[in-house]
């Protein structure tokens, strides 16, 4: 299975139009250890051919142009057959209005976040006007059952719940669901090989833990360096716990935790452009490294 990286920040990307951050600022002035970074988003293949998207970011125009593999080659095609929602934020769910020329598309979710979409936020209802069938829903069933996704006949996927929150304009916002926030494990069906994403998780729960360890690449949580870093910062009045985000560092923090697991590859995604790791200079990118934790990149492959 092929794994790439469209989209490795979260929220606003690097740089954020309104955001004058060390890093969206050094970004700007051409400092070098400072990467451009679109919002969260991978896409997946089992042929190379064919790809699922897993989350439609308001950038996915920019994440298309910048990807070879995902141009048409018939008049009129698109090369992302399938996509799952892991949530139903704002920055993994904008971009399917931008891909209405390509409807319908097969789409999976929890009926949550099929709610979600189709009520406070109802992107799937307006798309039925579109090519006369917006969206077929396909439902996942968190903790449960096993699903297919026919075009990758090869790999079986499964979705835990996890604590995190609800969306901002949520009806749902600090009181969450079950179902509200998923992370994936996609398997490899002849290597038995794991991919756990998790790109928004805000407790780390015992039963989530042993998932992370037996994946071979984990896609976890990258948001926040430290719990008040949006308040000390003067950027927003809430805790990245508040938000649903566990931050890295700390005593209760993601390190801690990824430093018992000795299995899997350990990347970083959906990480907010105020973070200290961005900047490859800084003292908590070394200390991460230190860690063997790596930071996702827009374009970054993986295989497994
Ligand atoms: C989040 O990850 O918490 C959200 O994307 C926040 C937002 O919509 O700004
Ligand atoms: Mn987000
Ligand atoms: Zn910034």
């Known amino acids: 299975m092929k794994i790439e990286v469209l989209g490795s920040s979260a929220g606003g990307g690097l740089p954020q139009f309104n955001c004058n951050c060390n890093n969206c600022k050094g970004y700007r002035e051409g400092k070098k250890t400072i990467k451009r970074r679109t919002q969260s988003s991978i ?28 141009q048409p080659q018939s008049l009129r095609e698109s090369k992302i057959k399938a996509i799952v929602f892991i949530d139903a934020q704002i920055d993994h769910t904008t971009g399917l209005l931008s891909l ?19 009520t406070s936020y109802p992107i799937f209802k307006m798309l039925k006007n579109w090519n006369g069938g917006g969206v077929k829903y396909n439902q996942i069933i968190p903790n449960k059952e096993k699903f297919n996704i026919p075009i990758m006949p ?86 990245g716990t508040d938000m649903g985000h566990v931050p890295l560092n700390g005593e209760n923090g993601l390190i801690k935790v990824l430093d018992t697991l000795s299995k899997p590859r350990k990347i970083l995604i959906h990480i907010n452009n105020t973070n200290p790791i961005l900047d490859e200079s800084t003292k908590e990118f070394k200390e991460l490294s230190s860690h063997g934790i790596e930071v996702s990149y827009d374009g970054m492959s993986l295989e497994i």
């Open 43 to 70: 896409t997946l293949s089992e042929d190379g051919i064919n790809w699922v998207l897993f989350n439609a970011s308001p950038d996915i125009l920019e994440q298309i142009h910048n990807s070879p593999f995902l």
């Open 100 to 118: 209405r020329e390509g409807t319908p598309f097969d789409v999976y979710c929890t009926k949550e976040v099929n709610e979600e979409l189709n």
């Open 154 to 239: 090869n790999h079986e996927f499964y979705a835990l719940s996890l604590i995190s929150n609800a969306p901002p304009y949520s009806l749902y916002r600090d009181k969450p669901r079950n179902g509200d926030n998923i992370g994936i494990v996609i398997i490899n069906k002849k290597t038995k090989k794991r991919l756990f994403y998790i790109p928004g998780l805000g407790v780390l729960e015992k039963h989530i833990i042993e998932e992370m360890s037996k994946a071979d690449i984990l896609l976890i949580e990258g948001t926040l360096w430290t719990n008040d870093e949006m308040i000390k910062g003067k950027f927003s009045s809430k805790l």
